[in-house]
């Protein structure tokens, strides 16, 4: 694990956390980074409660010598308008849909048919999202920072940023006519 300057929020995510998996139904602990706080709190989650764990670790790219970054504000402005235009087409209910750290109970999976989620990138969060609300599904949120690319290449594409465009509008569609 690297460190990262947002280890703050370990206590009460592992707090919350802990409540949902006492819940149960949950079968499967994912996490995605960085902040590589998130994998911690997921390695512990699945460890503590004997639950398989999934750890995205594809980007360890952030410099560790900057305690809190800025955002850019095109960054901000783009996260922000994402989600609002999100939540205005299709009412789903999150702060932010595009949100990568995502659980998901096993019943909710198996709801979903996933051989009819064709999303890549962002979208994806969308849409899976939306399909498991549509089913009735609660959605939750743990608000997580993370760090801003400060090397390497982005994975935020024209075409990335095309297909969520349109994917909210395909998701409202196929809900309009009931053919999600």
Known sequence: MLP???????????????????????????SSAPPDSAHRVAGRLAGGA????IADCRDPWFNLHLKTPPTPLHRLLLSYGASLYTRLITGLPLKDPTGGFKCFKRQVLEAIDLDRVHSNGYSFQIEMS???WQKGFK???????????VGGKSKMSSKIVREAIWMV???????LFGIL
């Open 130 to 132: 939306f399909r498991a």
């Open 50 to 53: 004997g639950l398989p764990w």
């Open 139 to 149: 959605l939750k949120e743990i608000s997580i920072i993370f760090v801003d690319r």
């Open 4 to 30: 990262d300057s947002y280890a703050g929020w370990i206590r009460p995510a592992l707090r919350e956390g802990r409540r949902i998996l006492a819940a149960g139904g949950i079968e499967l602990v994912y």
């Open 169 to 175: 509008w395909i998701l409202k569609i196929k809900q």
